[in-house]
């Protein structure tokens, strides 16, 4: 049974950090393309990171702040939150997608996503 398990999630000080971890118990970990999503209250859930082989892409909202990465080895994928703004706050998903040998670029689309984490609360106060 596939998991994705979010870590990492709390409340920080604006212009705090904090890494959040996703565990996947998945087959052949290298043939996903990992991302993170997140959903701030009363907003529709947005794209906010994706790592596809060695190639990353990042939101705009994010770009120079949050870093994507991820440990083959210990099959977790990492999302690295410096500079934190108070429009950070949400609930951040990790997702996955089988994509093979194939590296994908841009933005990730959540239809496309095949599992799907519960999600880790990021507050992050003014």
């Known amino acids: 049974q596939v998991q994705l398990v979010e870590s990492g999630g709390g409340l920080v000080q604006a212009g705090g950090s904090l890494r959040l971890s996703c565990a996947a118990s998945?087959?052949?970990?290298?043939?996903?393309?990992m991302g993170w999503f997140r959903q701030a209250p009363g907003k529709e859930r947005e794209f906010v990171a994706g790592?596809?082989?060695?190639?990353?892409y990042y939101a705009d909202s994010v770009k120079g702040r949050f870093t994507i990465s991820r440990d083959y080895a210990k099959n977790t994928v990492y999302l690295q939150m410096n500079s934190l703004k108070s429009e950070d706050t949400a609930v951040y998903y990790c997702?996955?997608?089988?994509?093979?040998?194939?590296?994908?670029?841009?933005?990730?689309?959540?239809?496309?996503?095949?599992?799907w984490g519960k999600g880790t609360l990021v507050t992050v106060s003014s």
């Open positions: 998945l087959r052949t970990f290298s043939g996903y393309t």
């Open positions: 790592m596809s082989g060695v190639s990353t």
């Open positions: 997702a996955a997608r089988w994509t093979g040998s194939v590296t994908l670029i841009g933005v990730l689309l959540q239809d496309d996503m095949n599992y």
